[in-house]
């Protein structure tokens, strides 16, 4: 299982990322409070500004202080 570092030693499998996004549109915003509402929101951002949101495959979304080219670069081995 390859795992990503999405800051502050937190990891997310790879395999279940659908998406990467930065949070700047109203339509991300509405889907963060969306999952929030649910119980199916992973803040890990240690009170940093939100820079990306994860969405994965098992219905959750993660909120990093990780910019999404950064993330995206961590993937796919090339550090940003």
Not at 12 to 18: L, T, Y
Not at 22 to 50: C, I, M, N, W
């Amino acid at each position: 299982m390859q795992l990503v570092n999405i800051g502050f030693g937190n990891v997310v499998a790879v395999s279940k990322i659908v998406s990467v996004v930065s949070p700047e549109s109203a339509p991300l915003k509405r889907l963060v409070q969306d999952y929030r509402e649910r119980g199916s929101l992973v803040d890990a951002t240690f009170g940093r500004r939100t820079r990306s949101i994860i969405i994965t495959d098992g219905n959750l979304a993660v909120l990093s202080a990780v910019a999404p080219e950064t993330i995206a670069g961590r993937i796919s081995g090339k550090e940003v």
